[in-house]
């Protein structure tokens, strides 16, 4: 009996141990087969990666790319940002030193504002408008009126200002009755200075696409440079200067020049009448012409208040001449009586950034008297302007449709 339960107990033991030598056995294999999966799962090799690769994964690769390439960009335009802003607070500063700067200097710097993304801030547009309008109040003092000049009182001229004008009723007669832009404000203006920047500059259907229009000193729009400056024109500056000696004081070459104008169609001629006692004449025949035709156009006269007003305003920023340049007068009042103002030829240099030689005016090469005009104190104001967003300046080419 002793036996038998020795040998089951023995039979027992060793069916344990069997048991046990399974048991491990098998999680052994199991142990094995999670460690290549965990392996498999983990490859990081070249060989490991093309085994992972699927759609999802490289979705998350495009995405990882895509947004270290926006870190970049966004890093990028910060430090363009600080540069343009370090560039218009260095012209600030240079536009209030007497140091004459040479045209090399400019160039520099346009070239480098160039590369500053322009962006309208209605905040700095709102601030110097009122600044303006403050001091100079071109919506009812640009034009001489019947409102802002009382017949029979004695006006005093812009620059002979110790010499003054009676107001007769003939005179009065000629003034309108109120401010004659009656649409203000214009939702987009367009300044076109003449500039020799403007040849080939494929501006012209810009140009014409804005709602106002100025222009400076009867410049020629039609032909083959309307591509570049338009034709629509709202208002153009006369200077007396090219009455008398391109026409002839309108005594023999009436016909002449209605032919030549006719071009703006019913745009208003703004004359300097009341600046120098010696453009009143011109000025007024230029009127009388006009009327005596039954043009289109329509004669109108700086209010020399207003003028003395912006020259003393842009005295204080540093732009002290003997006289404000025509298109310097303009821009001032554009922002003052348009909501978006955009300037086109200005460009008061020789050559271009790229070092091209370039002609003075788009339709000539005759330079201003010297002395005459502060150029390049003006355009440090306009780059200051266009810097702060208020106005946009067209440096060159414009984009084609």
Known sequence: MRAVIALIAMLSSLLLFLCLLWLTADGSLSTRSWEEETKSATDITPKGLRKLRSPLTSVQLATQTENRTTHKNAIYQLQLASKCKEM???????????????????????????????????????????????????????????????????????????????????????????????????????????????????????????????????????GSVSKDVGNKTNLVTVNPSIIAQKYNKLNEKKVTFLENIASYGNAFLLLPAFSFKSNTAASFKVYHTLQEFRAKQRAIFFHPRYLKSLAQFWRTKGVKAYRLSSGFMIASAAIELCENVKLYGFWPFSKTTEEMPISHHYYDNQLPKPGFHAMPKEYNQILQLHGKGIVKLQFGRCDSD
């Not at 920047?197 to 020629?220: T, W």
């Open 88 to 222: 218009q607070d260095y012209i600030w500063s240079s536009s209030i030193k007497k140091k004459r700067y040479s045209e090399d200097y400019y160039l520099q710097i346009v070239t480098k504002i160039q590369n500053c993304t322009w962006k309208r801030r209605p905040e700095e547009y709102t601030k110097f408008r009122l600044e303006l309008a403050s001091c100079c109040d071109a919506v009812h003092n640009f034009i001489a009126s019947q409102n802002n000049t009382a017949l029979g009182s004695n006006m005093s001229y812009e620059v002979d200002n110790k010499k003054t004008l009676l107001i007769t009723e003939d005179i009065f007669r000629m003034l309108p009755e109120s401010p004659p832009l009656l649409d203000y404000p214009f939702k987009h203006c367009a300044v076109v200075g003449n500039g020799g920047i403007l040849k080939n500059s494929s501006c012209g259907a810009e140009i014409d696409k804005s709602d106002f229009v100025f222009r400076c000193n009867l410049p020629p729009t039609t």
